[in-house]
Structure formats: structure tokens, C-alpha cells
């Protein structure tokens, strides 16, 4: 059975579809280039979380202000936080019903 509450780290990759040799588009001018320092986004809970329980979540590295984005399953929103520049950490205090996931970014 898996854990009532799960942080998830998503990783995003985009690429360019061809076909037949063409490009997906005249040119690439809207591709941004990559950020050349990565970052690490730990959390205090690594298997289920409670509601009303604190998240503590860190991040290491990057370039701040940094957003986090979080959002239970069958949720009607999203929670969106920045984090101020000088800072790397956030505590979040669930507050979403028993039973679901909830994902962070």
C-alpha cells in the first residue's frame, strides 16, 4: 500500500520533435539556455505526512527567490510560496485531508 502523504520531485525535460529531418520550428530563439548551477530540494518527511503536520522543506544551490509549488491530489488549487532571497528553507503545515498525495516543485 503506499504512503498516505508522498513529496514527489518532478523533473521536467524538454526537447525538440522533429520530422523527417525538419525542425519543430523556424528557429530555437524562444529555448532558453539551461541554469548552469543546479540545485537540491530536500525534505524533512521522506514517507507520510498528517494533516496539520509540519513539511520542512530546504533547498541547496540555485538562484533565489525560489518558488515552490504544491498541490494535493483532486485538489481545486495549487499552493504557490516564494521563498525571500537570503532564505532556503520553508515549513508548510498540511492542511489537506487524509488518504491523497501531494506533490511539490
Known amino acids: 500500500m503506499p ?11 524538454v526537447f525538440e520533435q522533429t520530422k523527417t529531418g525538419e525542425s519543430a520550428g523556424p528557429n530555437n530563439d524562444c529555448v532558453v539556455t539551461p541554469p548552469t548551477n543546479s540545485f537540491t530540494f530536500t525534505s524533512n518527511v521522506t514517507s507520510e505526512l498528517s494533516t496539520c503536520e509540519a513539511l520542512g522543506l530546504s533547498i541547496t544551490g540555485g538562484t ?5 509549488s504544491l498541490v494535493a491530489a483532486n485538489a481545486p488549487s495549487v499552493t504557490n510560496i ?23 516543485a
Open 3 to 13: 504512503p498516505l502523504w508522498s513529496l514527489v520531485r518532478l523533473n521536467l525535460r
Open 64 to 68: 533565489s527567490p525560489y518558488v515552490i
Open 82 to 104: 516564494t521563498v525571500p532571497r537570503g532564505d532556503d528553507l520553508y515549513t508548510y503545515i498540511n492542511r489537506a485531508s487524509p488518504g491523497g498525495q501531494l506533490v511539490g
